[in-house]
């Protein structure tokens, strides 16, 4: 059996994965941001969002954690809409020249 203190290095390790994950995932928001405003697309896409979250949740192969990764998963939704608006807002700012 492994000790708390093995446990939870084995949690620091998968933490520094998902960061670099994450920054990946970012770096690709970024990128759908800057394609929506040069495309005047719309930030929220329901139907994708949907399909996103449902082959995710069919691809989880231990159903016992369901209702938390689909609360991860739609936090990371959040985020990302968050973040795609923010991007927005500043470079319409910028063109403004505010």
Do not use: H
């Amino acid at each position: 059996m492994k000790t708390l203190d093995e446990i939870r290095n084995k949690i620091d390790q998968i933490d520094a994965q998902m960061r670099v994950l994450f920054e990946q995932r970012m770096d690709c928001i970024q990128a759908v941001a800057e394609y929506k405003y040069n495309n005047n697309g719309n930030i929220f896409d329901q139907s994708r969002e949907e399909k996103m979250l449902q082959k995710n949740l069919e691809q989880l192969k231990n159903k016992n954690y369901d209702k938390e990764y689909e609360r991860f998963l739609e936090e990371i939704l959040i985020s990302s809409k968050d973040y795609q608006k923010d991007y927005i807002q500043k470079k319409e700012t910028l063109k403004r020249g505010e």
